[in-house]
């Protein structure tokens, strides 16, 4: 008979995984403890933007027209329990207030509230990221408190997926890691992860932490990529350099390669900033914090670019924002997602706010996050309203609309030709051809 699946949490990493395992044709139960959550789902709506995911749920939400009628949601974990022979665990793991660890409320609570439901053997399955050791000390308490007792067994099974292509990514993912302590676990894994999805994609199988420290290194390590290019461009600066000519330069070299050396204002989001910190902070309760005391620059590099961009729109302005309207192009912490959760962009806007500028804000999909979270800052409909009668333009969020602006359009609106491009992402000669001041990180 055929696995039924059930995915427990429906932010991006879960809403995601539950289509895809409906497409690969498992009946699953989408799981989450927001009712207006589930409400949503259930009509074949999705919670937040994410390229091609409401496409790929409609295909499969049972009550939809024409949909396989695959993947169904609860708010109920006695249902889930009931239903899962694999129960997938996607609920996130924000940063502490205040601190550097993570917060593992919603994942001890989805193992809480499910372990008393497990009455047959089962497989849990985490995939939210986790402080190392996590794995063992929540497969102790599975067996403790499911009525399946040991039965009730646990992988480790990280998600590499990024926000924007979290849809191609679960699909057709570049590696699968598992981690596990059982044959039993990884034979039932490799039939989930069966073709298509495993199709050419290596599977790496080996123990909870080392699945664990798998998804804590890689982050650390594009973190790293990002601030290392990031200096080069402080230095660049300094020397009358160009960074994306450097970039470029070095990405030649394969043992480097060319992706993630972008530089501009750095990298934010719901997981490079919190994963970094929350490694340092377990490493710290491991004894090992000076194996990853590079992290701690890696993270004053990425803050300080948030820092110089201000400076340096404060300088193109004049030296004061008092009295000076500022456009801010994007909210989003990267383009194709409606995600501002530590985004560089936002948290530009807001330095500048505070320091008495006039602060108009646009994005093609982050605006409601935006407003919700930076409820004092301006917005605008569209970037040729947030641009006029501005003294600066900031291109903080490389989404595609803003490469598209013409120049000379919006010249019309604003006070100042002058933009200051943050992501390296624009085309300066055409901005200069049409009178613009261009200047970037
Ligand atoms: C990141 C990882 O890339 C995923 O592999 C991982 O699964 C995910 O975190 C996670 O832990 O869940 P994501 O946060 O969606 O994915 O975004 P990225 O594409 O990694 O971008 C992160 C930030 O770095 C963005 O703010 C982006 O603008 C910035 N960035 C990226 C740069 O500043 N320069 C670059 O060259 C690349």
Known sequence: MALKITVIGTGYLGATHAAAMAELGFEVLGLDVVPEKIEMLQRGGVPMYEPGLEELLRRHVAGIEG?????????????????????????????????YACDMSYVDSAFASLAPHLTRPTLVVGKSTVPVGSAARLAGQLAAQAPAGEAAELAWNPEFLREGFAVEDTLHPDRIVVGVTSEQAEELLRE???????EGSPFIVTDYPTSELVKASANSFLAT??????????????????????????????????????????????????????????????????????????????????????????????????GKRVAVL?????????????????????????????VTVYDPKGMENARRLFPTLGYADSALEAVRGAHAVLHLTEWREFRELDPATIGDAVAERRILDGRNALAPELWRKAGWTYRAL
């Open 67 to 99: 949909s396989t009628g695959r993947l169904r949601f609860t708010t109920s974990y006695e249902e889930a329990g009931a239903f899962g022979d694999v129960h997938f665990v996607c609920v996130n793991t924000p940063q502490k207030h205040g601190e």
């Open 225 to 322: 990529k990002i601030s290392f290019i990031n200096a080069m461009a402080e230095v660049c600066e300094a020397a009358d350099g160009d960074v994306v000519k450097l970039a470029e330069a070095i990405g030649h070299d394969d043992r480097i390669g060319k992706k993630f050396l972008r530089a501009g204002i750095g990298f934010g989001g719901g997981c490079l900033p919190k994963d970094l910190r929350a490694f340092m902070a377990r490493a710290g309760e491991l004894g090992a914090d000076q194996a990853l005391t590079f992290l701690r620059e890696i993270d004053s590099i990425n803050m300080r670019r948030r820092g110089h961009m201000v400076e340096m729109a404060r300088d193109a302005v004049g030296g004061g924002f008092l």
């Open 330 to 358: 994007g909210a989003t912490f990267k383009p194709d997602s409606d995600d501002v959760r530590d985004s560089p962009a936002l948290n530009v806007a807001g330095q500048i706010h505070l320091q008495g500028g006039q």
């Open 192 to 198: 989930v992860y069966a073709s298509p999805i495993a």
